[in-house]
């Protein structure tokens, strides 16, 4: 890649911007690595240069926020979005992808990998694993039902994971850092989107989505 590369890291960890942009500028010598420690920053650097590549943290102090993505894109139609994020790929990669991203990287995955993955969205324009291509071949020309999981927010999902793995209303309340009453909202919205009425059926629906 001989090209000059132009990428920005979004994440507001700076020793994890700074450890990004190491692996990086060792790996592809023609980069310039632009950082931003939160979104309104990124967007002004998005505005005033023209990049190929972001990688992008999905959640910003604790906050999670998919319509970046849509912001981004409006800016700059063709700049390719890697999203970096702790979140486990099998849960949440399609999801993103589906939102806007050209792929999807787990925060946890060794130097490699991420060599791997950018150089992959830079040469190719998109970067999934063989489980989130699978994935989508399986869902192409597909018309998603009114019951499917994938009519979740990304919130409603994470909720409706916790609720699975038998946490109570005042858990989820401290773990999410929300009103009780947000929580019985969210446990609402997610029975009438998938026309259940129990925390079973939920159960039986993530399960057949395995």
Same mark, same amino acid.
């Given at each position: 890649?001989?090209?000059?590369?132009?990428?920005?890291?979004?994440?507001?960890?700076?020793?994890?911007?700074?450890?990004?942009?190491?692996?990086?500028?060792?790996?592809?010598?023609?980069?310039?690595?632009?950082?931003?420690?939160?979104?309104?920053?990124?967007?002004?650097?998005?505005?005033?240069?023209?990049?190929?590549?972001?990688?992008?943290?999905?959640?910003?102090?604790?906050?999670?926020?998919?319509?970046?993505?849509?912001?981004?894109?409006?800016i700059q139609e063709n700049v390719?979005?890697?999203?970096? #994020?702790?979140? $486990?790929?099998?849960?949440?990669? +399609?999801?993103?992808?589906?939102? &806007?991203?050209?792929?999807?990287? !787990? @925060?946890?995955?060794?130097?490699?990998?991420?060599?791997?993955?950018?150089?992959?969205?830079?040469?190719?324009?998109s970067f999934y694993s063989e489980?989130?291509?699978?994935?989508?071949?399986?869902?192409?020309?597909?018309?998603?039902?009114?019951?499917?999981?994938?009519?979740? #927010?990304?919130? $409603?999902?994470?909720?409706?994971? +916790?609720?699975?793995?038998?946490? &109570?209303?005042?858990?989820?309340? !401290? @773990?999410?850092?929300?009103?009780?009453?947000?929580?019985?909202?969210?446990?609402?919205?997610?029975?009438?989107?998938?026309?259940?009425?129990?925390?079973?059926?939920?159960?039986?629906?993530?399960?057949?989505?395995?």
């Amino acid at each position: 890649m001989n090209k000059e590369i132009s990428i920005l890291l979004v994440d507001d960890h700076l020793i994890v911007r700074k450890g990004i942009e190491l692996i990086l500028v060792g790996a592809i010598p023609t980069a310039t690595i632009y950082q931003a420690e939160n979104y309104e920053e990124a967007l002004e650097i998005i505005k005033t240069v023209g990049l190929d590549l972001i990688l992008l943290d999905i959640t910003i102090n604790g906050v999670e926020n998919s319509k970046i993505m849509h912001a981004i894109k409006a800016i700059q139609e063709n700049v390719k979005i890697l999203v970096f #994020s702790s979140h $486990e790929e099998k849960q949440y990669g +399609l999801r993103y992808i589906q939102k &806007g991203a050209d792929g999807y990287l !787990n @925060k946890f995955c060794n130097e490699d990998k991420i060599i791997a993955a950018v150089r992959e969205i830079l040469e190719n324009g998109s970067f999934y694993s063989e489980e989130i291509r699978g994935k989508i071949n399986a869902k192409s020309g597909k018309k998603y039902s009114a019951n499917s999981i994938d009519a979740l #927010s990304t919130r $409603e999902f994470e909720v409706a994971q +916790l609720l699975i793995s038998g946490y &109570g209303n005042l858990e989820i309340s !401290n @773990k999410l850092e929300v009103q009780m009453s947000t929580v019985s909202t969210y446990k609402n919205r997610i029975f009438e989107k998938l026309g259940i009425n129990n925390i079973v059926a939920l159960s039986d629906l993530f399960k057949e989505k395995e």
